[in-house]
């Protein structure tokens, strides 16, 4: 179970800072919505620890991510767009993110390749990211945070742009890992997307 | 894909990535090294400005004013670099502003190239082109007593700054093409729509972007030509034409007067520290040195054909100036080839030549390497580091060699070292150390913008899936830092095969490098023997250059990274 719980957080510049609070189950998925500026992406970064809290904690399986630091956090993110290394392949952008210093056993190279073809992405791999559309891009992001196998999802606004194509395979992408017991935390305006992947909804 | 059950029998992993952390993903790692080799600068430096006060008996500071010779020395010193700061400037603004307003003329990319040859060109070769052009029995000379009736001598304050001017001036107009180069194309096309003519254009669009780095090039080239060694060595022509750094070199060398030396060096410590304090203090030595990527898109200002054909008059000067030196050292170089190789027709190579040449490279090699490997780490200590403290060490470390003069610096750390320091080999280690640190300011800039190009979003990204240490060195750094290293590494090696001021006072005359035999072979009058150096000299750099060029491109496809990152500029070299 996720807990966040009364994480406080400002920026400098803020008046009145932003505290979050919910808990979500795994195998389930919690859709943050708000206007712009209303601090999804800000909780996104807390989240993944890009961001540190003035207080306040977060707890997975009861123990607290507040001081960990992003590699040691049981999360993948994926953003609207910037989610792929634009000068290494499809393959490598995958790759890094079965073992950081891309050392791939054929086992992991095979998943790369059933991974690709689930996207239908078959033979793309050697392909760099600035010669993908931006709904192939996604497909790469998510299939790397997928195949990176943690327990969180954070996603902001990941469907935000692309054609309804790209978003219903990307939909049942998630939908996939829901059932597969993935807990997911989704930033998104779009109300469709809402109601389709959430179980839940939290308003800023 | 793995299960809920599978993935909960672990619901925190100790590192999210399988296997062990990443090679020195420790942020010490980052950290220690550089702040150990910048900590190890400063105390070289400060030690070897200590023992040579130490050692010798620091004359009276009122010497400074009472003793003729020291004022002049100092206010030549200081009117030199004026004077050459000045005309470097009056010659840079108009030609940055005309490679700014004429994008596309053909040969563009190669006279830009030429003019970085002035960070790598050795001085004592340079001056044996200038010499060659301007001499008494020099071209221009020859064309200029002809023609126009007017007489000249190389020798003095006129060929020490007309030697500053060609190098400073090709070095201050690429920053600050640069500089204009950097304007919002919105603006470019705002001031084209409009129709301003030359004087608005350059009060609207020019001058606000020239502007903030005009103080911090002026502060470069004087300290530039405040600490020049070899073209006042072989251009000065006597006391009246003497600056701090060779009054440095007469008390060491000649007069073994430590103490004189010593509080010279104070004196250049001071002017020059001043200087870069204000710089550094006003942020204006952020880009120094020219970046090497050449903007191709460009609005032009609307320039009618006469404006067009002054533009073509002033940079065609301009690329005579620059070439004229270089080619006379390939025409006047050229003859003498073969008989510098194969001395009086024999088939045995000359040993003298080649046994410079090596001993060349043996410092050259490693001071680039040292210098490129100390930057680095440096680079990496100063973006790690959150405390200001050390941030600033690092700033300091990098700027101290271009304010304390090698010569001091050498003296200093040989009376430190003396007792252990016997042979002209230790020697030349210490030769070697002194110019990777004179390397370091330039290769350190030349590896900062390429080492930060990484940009917020790829960090966080690299940071979530545990791309640390050697893995994020090896997949995210080295593709972009494979060619500025490479580069950097031809530079830091080429500064030093060209030296001639560490050197002088340490090398043996019987065991030159080759700027030392050249200088030798122009001091003995052997002109086409000393012209067959300088030409080999320039020769020896330009191979450097290309083999650097090519250890900097990637050989072949491996593994996953199949091609030159896109989005990542890679400079190109001269």
């Known amino acids: 179970m996720l807990e966040v719980r009364n994480l406080v957080f400002a920026y400098p510049d803020q008046e009145s800072p932003w505290n979050f609070d919910f808990t979500v189950e795994p195998g389930q998925c919690i859709a943050v919505h708000g206007a712009s500026g209303s601090g999804k992406s800000t909780l996104m970064n807390l989240l993944a620890g890009f961001l540190e809290p003035q207080s306040g904690d977060i707890l997975w399986q009861n123990m607290s991510l507040r001081h960990h630091a992003p590699w040691h956090r049981p999360m993948t993110s994926v953003f609207q767009e910037h989610n792929l290394f634009e000068h290494l392949s499809v393959d490598a952008n995958i790759g890094l993110g079965i073992h950081p210093g891309l050392k791939l056993t054929s086992r992991d190279q095979q998943a790369i390749d059933k991974g690709l073809q689930s996207v239908g992405l078959d033979g793309f791999g050697k392909r760099l990211p600035g010669d993908l559309s931006g709904g192939q891009r996604q497909r790469v992001a998510l299939l790397r945070a997928i195949l990176r196998q943690q327990p969180v999802l954070l996603l902001d606004e990941p469907l935000t742009g692309l054609d309804s194509d790209a978003r219903d395979l990307l939909r049942q992408l998630l939908l996939d890992q829901k059932a597969q017991g993935t807990l997911i935390v989704l930033a998104s305006h779009d109300e469709e997307d809402r109601r389709i992947l959430a179980d839940s909804i939290y308003k800023l | ?574």
């Open chain 2, 1 to 574: 894909m793995s299960s809920l059950a599978e993935r909960q029998q672990h619901p925190l992993p100790s590192h999210s990535t399988p296997g062990r952390p990443a090679p020195f993903s420790r942020p010490g790692w980052q950290l220690w090294p550089g702040f150990a080799i910048a900590g190890a600068l400063v105390l070289l430096s400060l030690a070897g400005l200590g023992a040579l006060v130490w050692e010798a008996s620091l004359p009276d500071i009122s010497q400074l004013w009472q003793n003729r010779y020291l004022r002049t020395v100092v206010s030549f010193t200081i009117w030199q670099a004026f004077l050459s700061v000045l005309l470097s400037l009056l010659v840079a603004i108009p030609i940055a502003r005309i490679l700014a307003r004429q994008p596309a003329f053909r040969g563009r990319a190669v006279l830009l190239r030429l003019m970085e040859l002035s960070l790598v060109l050795p001085s004592i070769v340079a001056v044996s082109g200038l010499v060659s052009v301007y001499g008494r029995q020099g071209w221009f000379t020859g064309f200029a007593s002809d023609w126009l009736g007017a007489s000249w001598n190389l020798y003095g304050i006129n060929g020490i700054v007309l030697a500053h001017v060609f190098f400073n001036a090709p070095l201050a107009a690429r920053i600050l093409l640069q500089a204009t180069e950097g304007t919002p194309p919105s603006q470019l096309r705002v001031a084209a729509q409009l129709g301003l003519g030359r004087w608005w254009y350059w009060r609207a669009v020019e001058w606000p972007s020239i502007k903030p780095v005009l103080p911090g090039v002026a502060a470069l080239v004087f300290t530039l030509c405040f600490t020049s060694f070899a073209i006042v060595m072989t251009l000065g022509g006597g006391p009246a034409a003497t600056t701090i750094e060779v009054a440095i070199y007469q008390s060491l060398r000649f007069e073994f007067d430590s103490g004189q030396a010593a509080l010279l060096a104070m004196v250049q410590l001071i002017i020059c520290g001043f200087l870069w304090w204000l710089a550094a203090r006003r942020g204006l030595t952020a880009s120094l040195l020219p970046d090497r990527r050449v903007a191709s898109h460009r609005t032009k200002a609307g320039s009618s054909p006469r404006a067009r054909l002054a533009d073509g008059t002033i940079l065609g000067l301009f690329v005579l100036f620059l070439v004229m030196p270089l080619f006379a050292i390939l025409i006047r170089g050229l003859p003498g080839m073969g008989s510098a190789f194969f001395p009086q027709g024999s088939f045995s190579a000359n040993p003298a030549l080649l046994d410079a040449t090596m001993r060349s490279l043996a410092i050259a090699l490693p001071a680039g390497l040292m210098a490129v490997c100390a930057a680095l780490l440096i680079l990496a200590c100063g973006a790690t580091s959150k405390r200001p403290a050390i941030t600033r060490l690092t700033d300091v470390a990098a700027y101290l060699p271009l304010m304390i003069p090698p010569l001091v610096l050498g003296t200093g750390l040989f009376l430190l070292f003396r007792p252990s320091l016997g042979s002209s080999n230790e020697g030349l280690v210490l030769v070697t150390l002194i110019n990777a640190m004179m390397a370091l300011p330039f290769v350190l800039q030349m590896l900062k913008g390429p080492l930060g190009s990484l940009d917020s979003a790829s960090r966080q990204q690299a940071d979530q899936l545990g791309i640390l240490g050697w893995y994020r060195w090896r997949w995210l750094h080295w593709p972009r830092m494979r060619k500025p290293l490479a580069l950097a590494m031809a530079y830091g090696t080429g500064l030093s095969l060209g030296d001639f001021g560490v050197i002088a006072l340490f090398g043996t005359p019987g065991q030159p490098t080759l700027p030392v035999l050249l200088y030798q072979q122009l001091g003995s009058y052997r002109m086409d023997a000393a012209a067959a150096t300088g030409l080999w000299l320039v020769l020896l750099l330009l191979v450097l250059f290309s083999v650097f060029n090519q250890l900097g491109s990637p050989l072949h496809k491996t593994g996953f990274a199949t091609k030159s990152p896109r989005s990542v500029p890679e400079p190109e070299h001269a």
